[in-house]
């Protein structure tokens, strides 16, 4: 389909690599550690998940591919890894709340700065992301 | 100069008020206390009238600078609709968000009056 | 060609400052740029927008187009363009004996120091023969565009900037393009430039040389034919910007430089989207 595609590509195939890797790990453990989830922490995972679907809230989909997210765009980069790319919360916070200050030429909407999301929902949003 | 008058004005009424108060509160604790939930909701409502103005005035300024934003649209929209529905609690919420909204709007078009500039594939 | 010359001398004599507008450089800088991003399409084909770069969209396209959504369009169109008015006067006599002019559209009236887009040459026409207005974006004024856009199949578009009012409508509506709107804080170019090509959900984002070649257009997801500056203002409130009014200063000259980008490319309105 041409190379305008490649700005992703090197992208997805490294994290394809790690993300079957945590993958693995994550199975491995799951049998074992289900229980000890905090059940506070998955809830507000769950409520990011949502934060990240809706169209009028994140509408994160629409640009970035999600592992079980219908119908994702692909003008941002895949939300792979995330923890492994972003373990830092605040600069993850940050980058959803002003993406500009990192790059001012970016497309990604200022969610925090223009109110697109509430605190609280950047919390969660950042949880759930953490949680990719 | 014409504000610190009417601000003196104010005030001095103010105090006026409180005395004559303290002076009938021992004989009428009743009837002041209905009229303090009155005095109390034509407050709410002064409020109100001046933060949905301000809520306007700030939205117009952003329709002139041709930046206005559809989200500070809907937010005027739901303040007048809930202070006509006596909700006055969601109607300040929403002309208050309608005045930040209204504020980036503003942000956003001065920054991009020169911004834009640089954009332009040379 | 001849403009650019113009343009030098009127660089010379009117900005004496640091204001350098020079259109025919800018809409070679926008060729380059598309041909950087999609090396091998030739550019000739952004006439059919994102169809140039999307085989499996252009297979649906192509198949839909063996019976045009905007057919009926045109004959309506045909039959209100050459229906007299009440004082007996027609479109041809403003337009001429040929209906397709739409390559020269918009166009800046020196007269009235403004830009004039077809739908508002159209709409002048009627009111100067004692006609009301027809409204913008949709309907009757639409029909009459696409039987004029049909007619003017074949054309290349020949964008005119002859005048120091008409280069600064033309950098008024490029500032327009590359302005950031909206509580989303996209440009035009947000999409079109920077990120064409690529997938917003299942939508392919759509490369704005071309973006003016196939107006008016049948839309799938309208399900009736309008004019550009409907699209105008759809894109403007997708990004939580207030729309402008159709037609108003900021959209007609958008529509003038957008149109100007295309300046050189094939008319092949109206057209057929999703």
Avoid at chain 2, 30 to 43: F, L, N
Avoid at chain 3, 160 to 189: L, V
Wanted: aromatic share 8%.
């Amino acid at each position: 389909m041409g190379s305008f595609q490649l700005k992703h590509i090197s992208v997805i195939a490294g994290l394809a690599a790690s993300l079957m890797l945590v993958t693995g790990l994550v199975t491995a453990q799951d049998s074992g550690a289900e229980n000890s989830v905090n059940p506070e922490l998955a809830k507000r995972i769950e409520a990011g998940r949502v934060v990240l679907e809706d169209r009028k809230k994140g509408n994160c989909l629409s640009c970035h591919l999600v592992i079980g997210g219908e119908l994702p765009g692909n003008a941002g980069p895949p939300l792979i890894a995330m923890k492994a790319r972003w373990p830092d919360r605040a600069a993850l916070k940050s980058q959803i709340y002003d993406p500009n200050l990192r790059n001012p030429d970016t497309i990604m909407p200022p969610y925090g700065r223009h109110r697109m999301l509430t605190d609280t929902e950047l919390d969660v949003l950042v949880d759930f992301i953490q949680s990719l | 100069m014409k504000e610190l008058f009417i601000f003196s004005l104010m005030a001095l009424s103010l105090v006026a008020c409180g005395k004559q108060d303290q002076a009938v509160a021992t004989t009428e604790t009743e009837t002041q206390d209905q009229a303090t939930t009155v005095v109390a909701e034509v407050a709410e409502t002064r409020d109100f009238s001046s933060l949905i103005q301000q809520a306007e005035d700030l939205y117009a300024q952003t329709k002139a600078a041709n930046h206005a934003w559809s989200v500070n649209l809907d937010r005027l929209k739901e303040a007048r609709q809930s202070a006509s529905e006596g909700d006055m609690d969601n109607a300040v919420a929403n002309a208050e968000e309608a005045i930040k909204l209204a504020e980036l709007a503003l942000i956003q078009a001065e920054a991009e009056k020169t911004l834009w500039q640089d954009r332009v594939p040379k | 060609m001849k403009w650019t010359n113009l343009t030098a001398l009127v660089l010379a004599t009117v900005f004496a400052g640091p204001v350098q507008a020079d259109p025919e450089a800018e809409r070679l800088a926008l060729r380059s740029l598309y041909e950087q991003k999609f090396p091998g399409v030739d550019l000739e084909e952004f006439k059919n927008g994102v169809y140039a770069i999307d085989e499996k969209m252009r297979e649906q396209w192509v198949e839909m187009e063996d019976f045009p959504p905007y057919e009926i369009a045109i004959d309506e169109g045909e039959e209100l363009y050459n229906t007299p008015f009440t004082n007996g006067k027609s479109y041809a006599d403003c337009f001429g004996e040929d209906p397709g002019v739409k390559h020269n559209y918009p166009m800046f009236d020196e007269a009235k120091g403004e830009v004039v887009t077809l739908e508002v040459a159209i709409n002048n026409c009627r009111q100067e023969n004692g006609e009301e207005a027809l409204p913008w974006l949709v309907g009757e004024l639409a029909e009459i565009s696409a039987y004029m856009a049909y007619n003017s199949r074949g054309n290349n578009f020949e964008i005119k900037i002859d005048s120091p009012a008409a280069i600064a409508a033309y950098e008024h509506g490029k500032q327009f393009y590359y302005t950031r709107r909206g509580q989303m804080n996209f440009e035009c170019r947000s999409c079109h430039q920077q990120n064409v090509g690529y997938m917003l959900r299942a939508e392919r984002i759509s490369p704005s040389l071309g973006h003016a070649t196939h107006w008016p257009v049948y839309r799938g997801r309208w399900q009736y034919i309008g004019n550009i500056q409907k699209r105008f203002q759809e894109c403007n409130i997708q990004v939580r910007a207030v729309p402008f009014e159709p037609q108003s200063e900021e959209y007609r000259n958008l529509e003038y430089f957008l149109t100007y980008m295309s300046n050189g490319m094939e008319l092949n309105g109206p057209g057929s989207r999703r």
